[in-house]
């Protein structure tokens, strides 16, 4: 049976046409000849934005190799993705903004392109003192600092294959991504600024240290928040160390396809997975695509919200937008320290032109009341976008309207670690964009939604494939390769599954309904459990939903909603007869919920994706034993487990 959608959402918007008119992609026209362009000679297509993207010191040979499910691209070309981030740049703008820091403190620093060479190119021959050669694994375990930017270029320079943790996981994750990795050097700080307080880098690593990673031999430590720095063992200052070095480095020029970067990344069960990306297939990738979707140009203050410790932050604040040579606005610490209104006042005061961040984060500001971004001046917006989760409709109006001053162009852009940069995405000037949707695929790029024979669904729902190989997809999970192919490829034989479920409309867009995991069977109806939520969002007085499944004996899964409201709105059985109306006329009877509970937060990873795995344990009644590393406060479980007793 294939996912039924129940969606209904008519608004179209086209793009502004001021916009349009200045735009990289100008129209529909322009994007479905690039589409058939590059349908019609695929290595013809692919050679021409290589070579357009990239420098490259030895030109390639051979477009590209598939042997499902493995990839090569650019074959025989040698190029280096710190030399295209930063030194191209040098001659004619080397005195322009690369990065705009602001800490959470709102301590600063700018740095030219310049400035950020010198200081990558002095990590970098720190690191080749310590012994790091081509291919060792170097860990980045760092704040939202010029620092994780400087790290991660610093190895890309020498060839080395960086792996950043996210400075919010736990010591014990850290010990097991890095002992995976077969980490050689660990960069970190003494630690960061997160809500007031200090998240303890440097005692995680120590803990993390004592647990055990076989291959650490140096642990590089950078000063950020001056706790006592007594550094022992193993452990070398992060400036003692670069201060001797000289500020220029001549690049390691790697080959098309050496390993660039893993980053681990949760899936619902078992241990994260190693997502491995190599260089030359990527970087074109992060770099077109950052052009066209955001269009880019040089002038634009370019702030996307996510962590380094994300591949969002990977694809999305370091090398795609340096490669395009635009600034970019890193900020340390929490979206509403010190107040409610610390984004809207960063965007003001550094005049940010591009803002790209995700649905909860919108969800959460919609929840804390529009007078907080009214106070500000957001008229240097020209573009948003949202990636992450699918982006209800309602939270999508309100980014518009609210933030966006009904002025700028949305992009919802739909991707994922394994596929390295974005897939399916409007593009600016050119796509008609309808709140909720993300679209339709980038040029070369060939989604499909399939129903369980194996059959393309033209309208409908269904699970999400994507039938063609691309340069930046992943190559494979770190050392088990086994894993890859069972867990991308074996869905369907040769086919890259995505673990999404979609449908597609009549004018072929495709609304993203969550992963598979998230569709439930009611009565004989498959929901994707983002569509309830987002009626549920859509009734008004709601900030956050997330439905899961309950197993039922008549239904066969039973809904249960969880349900955030707004500041001010009170829950009980009024609000509850409210939302089942609501459901029911958005949608129909069957979606309506069968129990909804309240609760003050739904529990998230620390990336923002709401954790139903956990909210259907709870739903069940269940003691979840699932993994909770990423879980990013416990408390809210708690309390919704409270709740039932
Ligand atoms: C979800 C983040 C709907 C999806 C870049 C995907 C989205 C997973 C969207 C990947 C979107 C991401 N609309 N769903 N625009 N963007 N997702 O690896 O389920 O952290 O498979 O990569 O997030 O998450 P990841």
Same mark, same amino acid.
């Given at each position: 049976m294939s996912i039924e959608s129940v969606l209904q959402e008519n608004r179209v918007f086209a793009p502004p046409e001021g916009f349009a008119a200045r735009a990289h992609i100008k129209s529909l026209a322009e994007y479905r000849k690039l589409y058939a362009e590059a349908e019609r000679d695929p290595d013809a297509y692919w050679a021409a934005r290589a070579n357009e993207e990239l420098h490259w010191q030895t030109p390639f040979t051979k477009v590209s190799e598939w042997q499902a499910p493995h990839a090569k691209w650019f074959l025989g070309g040698k190029t280096n993705l710190s030399y295209n981030c930063l030194d191209r740049h040098l001659?004619? @703008?080397?005195?322009?903004?690369a990065l705009r820091f602001e800490g959470e403190p709102k301590d600063s620093l700018t740095l030219t392109y310049r400035e950020l060479h010198a200081r990558v190119c002095r990590l970098a021959n720190a690191l080749k003192a310590l012994?790091?050669? /081509?291919g060792d694994r170097v860990g980045i375990y760092l704040p939202m600092t010029s620092e994780a930017v400087i790290a991660m270029l610093a190895c890309a320079r020498i060839g080395a294959v960086h792996s950043v943790v996210f400075g919010g996981f736990s010591a014990e994750a850290l010990r097991d991504r890095m002992a995976d990795a077969g980490a050689k050097v660990l960069l970190t700080a003494d630690g960061g600024w997160r809500k007031g307080g200090v998240v303890p880098l440097l005692e995680n690593v120590r803990a993390a240290v004592a647990a055990g990673? /076989?291959?650490?031999q140096k642990v590089v430590v950078a000063q950020r928040?001056?706790?006592s720095l007594e550094l022992k063992g193993n452990e070398v200052g992060w400036n003692a160390l670069c201060e001797?070095?000289?500020a220029t480095c001549e690049p390691e020029?790697?080959? !098309?396809?050496?390993p660039l970067f893993i980053l681990y990344t949760s899936g619902s069960t078992g241990k994260p997975k190693g997502v491995l990306h190599t260089t030359a297939g990527y970087g074109m990738w992060a770099s077109l695509t950052s052009r066209w979707v955001f269009?880019? @140009?040089?002038d634009d203050v370019y702030w996307?919200?996510? +962590?380094?410790?994300?591949v969002t932050g990977h694809s999305y604040v370091v090398y795609g937008p340096l490669m395009n040579g635009v600034t970019v606005v890193m900020y340390e610490g929490a #979206?509403?320290? #010190? =107040?409610?209104d610390r984004f809207w006042d960063i965007i003001e005061r550094h005049r940010v032109t591009i803002l790209y961040t995700a649905p909860t984060a919108i969800r959460a500001f919609m929840r804390l009341g529009d007078e907080h971004v009214k106070?500000? +001046? &957001?008229? $240097?917006? %020209?573009l948003l976008g949202s990636v992450g989760e699918p982006i209800n409709p309602e939270a999508w109006m309100w980014y518009r309207d609210v933030?966006?001053?009904?002025r700028c162009p949305v992009v919802d852009t739909w991707w994922q670690t394994e596929t390295g940069g974005i897939l399916v995405?409007?593009? #600016? =000037?050119?796509t008609p964009t309808k709140p909720g949707s993300a679209t339709l695929p980038l040029p070369g790029i060939h989604p499909a939604v399939l129903d369980d024979h194996g059959q393309k669904v033209e309208q409908g729902g269904g699970k999400l494939f994507v039938v063609k190989p691309w340069p $930046?997809? &992943? @190559?494979?999970i770190w050392g088990d390769d086994a894993r890859f192919k069972t867990t991308?490829? $074996?869905? @369907?034989? =040769?086919l890259y599954f995505t673990g999404d479920g979609a449908r597609v409309d009549a004018d072929g867009y495709l609304w993203l309904m969550g992963r598979v995991d998230d569709v439930v069977n009611v009565a004989g109806h498959r929901l994707g459990t983002a569509e309830v939520e987002s009626a549920l969002v859509s009734e008004? %007085?709601?900030a956050e939903a997330a439905v899961v499944g309950r197993p039922d004996d008549l239904k066969g899964t039973a809904l249960v909603a969880f349900v955030t409201l707004k500041a001010g709105v009170e829950a009980g059985d009024e609000m509850k007869a409210a939302l089942l109306k609501h459901v029911g006329k958005e949608i129909?009877?069957?979606?309506?919920?069968d129990e909804i509970r309240f609760a003050s937060a739904l529990p998230k990873t %620390? !990336?923002?994706?709401?954790m139903r795995r956990l909210l259907r344990d709870v739903a069940a009644g269940k003691d979840s034993k699932q993994?909770?590393?990423?879980?990013?406060?416990?408390s809210v479980l708690a309390a919704l487990r409270n709740d039932e007793e």
């Amino acid at each position: 049976m294939s996912i039924e959608s129940v969606l209904q959402e008519n608004r179209v918007f086209a793009p502004p046409e001021g916009f349009a008119a200045r735009a990289h992609i100008k129209s529909l026209a322009e994007y479905r000849k690039l589409y058939a362009e590059a349908e019609r000679d695929p290595d013809a297509y692919w050679a021409a934005r290589a070579n357009e993207e990239l420098h490259w010191q030895t030109p390639f040979t051979k477009v590209s190799e598939w042997q499902a499910p493995h990839a090569k691209w650019f074959l025989g070309g040698k190029t280096n993705l710190s030399y295209n981030c930063l030194d191209r740049h040098l001659e004619k @703008r080397g005195d322009h903004l690369a990065l705009r820091f602001e800490g959470e403190p709102k301590d600063s620093l700018t740095l030219t392109y310049r400035e950020l060479h010198a200081r990558v190119c002095r990590l970098a021959n720190a690191l080749k003192a310590l012994g790091v050669k /081509p291919g060792d694994r170097v860990g980045i375990y760092l704040p939202m600092t010029s620092e994780a930017v400087i790290a991660m270029l610093a190895c890309a320079r020498i060839g080395a294959v960086h792996s950043v943790v996210f400075g919010g996981f736990s010591a014990e994750a850290l010990r097991d991504r890095m002992a995976d990795a077969g980490a050689k050097v660990l960069l970190t700080a003494d630690g960061g600024w997160r809500k007031g307080g200090v998240v303890p880098l440097l005692e995680n690593v120590r803990a993390a240290v004592a647990a055990g990673i /076989p291959s650490l031999q140096k642990v590089v430590v950078a000063q950020r928040t001056g706790v006592s720095l007594e550094l022992k063992g193993n452990e070398v200052g992060w400036n003692a160390l670069c201060e001797k070095q000289p500020a220029t480095c001549e690049p390691e020029w790697v080959d !098309s396809e050496h390993p660039l970067f893993i980053l681990y990344t949760s899936g619902s069960t078992g241990k994260p997975k190693g997502v491995l990306h190599t260089t030359a297939g990527y970087g074109m990738w992060a770099s077109l695509t950052s052009r066209w979707v955001f269009d880019l @140009r040089h002038d634009d203050v370019y702030w996307c919200t996510a +962590d380094v410790g994300w591949v969002t932050g990977h694809s999305y604040v370091v090398y795609g937008p340096l490669m395009n040579g635009v600034t970019v606005v890193m900020y340390e610490g929490a #979206p509403t320290t #010190p =107040g409610p209104d610390r984004f809207w006042d960063i965007i003001e005061r550094h005049r940010v032109t591009i803002l790209y961040t995700a649905p909860t984060a919108i969800r959460a500001f919609m929840r804390l009341g529009d007078e907080h971004v009214k106070k500000h +001046d &957001l008229r $240097s917006l %020209r573009l948003l976008g949202s990636v992450g989760e699918p982006i209800n409709p309602e939270a999508w109006m309100w980014y518009r309207d609210v933030v966006g001053g009904g002025r700028c162009p949305v992009v919802d852009t739909w991707w994922q670690t394994e596929t390295g940069g974005i897939l399916v995405t409007p593009l #600016p =000037g050119a796509t008609p964009t309808k709140p909720g949707s993300a679209t339709l695929p980038l040029p070369g790029i060939h989604p499909a939604v399939l129903d369980d024979h194996g059959q393309k669904v033209e309208q409908g729902g269904g699970k999400l494939f994507v039938v063609k190989p691309w340069p $930046s997809m &992943l @190559r494979t999970i770190w050392g088990d390769d086994a894993r890859f192919k069972t867990t991308y490829f $074996s869905e @369907r034989e =040769g086919l890259y599954f995505t673990g999404d479920g979609a449908r597609v409309d009549a004018d072929g867009y495709l609304w993203l309904m969550g992963r598979v995991d998230d569709v439930v069977n009611v009565a004989g109806h498959r929901l994707g459990t983002a569509e309830v939520e987002s009626a549920l969002v859509s009734e008004g %007085r709601v900030a956050e939903a997330a439905v899961v499944g309950r197993p039922d004996d008549l239904k066969g899964t039973a809904l249960v909603a969880f349900v955030t409201l707004k500041a001010g709105v009170e829950a009980g059985d009024e609000m509850k007869a409210a939302l089942l109306k609501h459901v029911g006329k958005e949608i129909g009877a069957i979606a309506r919920p069968d129990e909804i509970r309240f609760a003050s937060a739904l529990p998230k990873t %620390r !990336s923002g994706k709401i954790m139903r795995r956990l909210l259907r344990d709870v739903a069940a009644g269940k003691d979840s034993k699932q993994d909770t590393t990423t879980l990013e406060d416990l408390s809210v479980l708690a309390a919704l487990r409270n709740d039932e007793e």
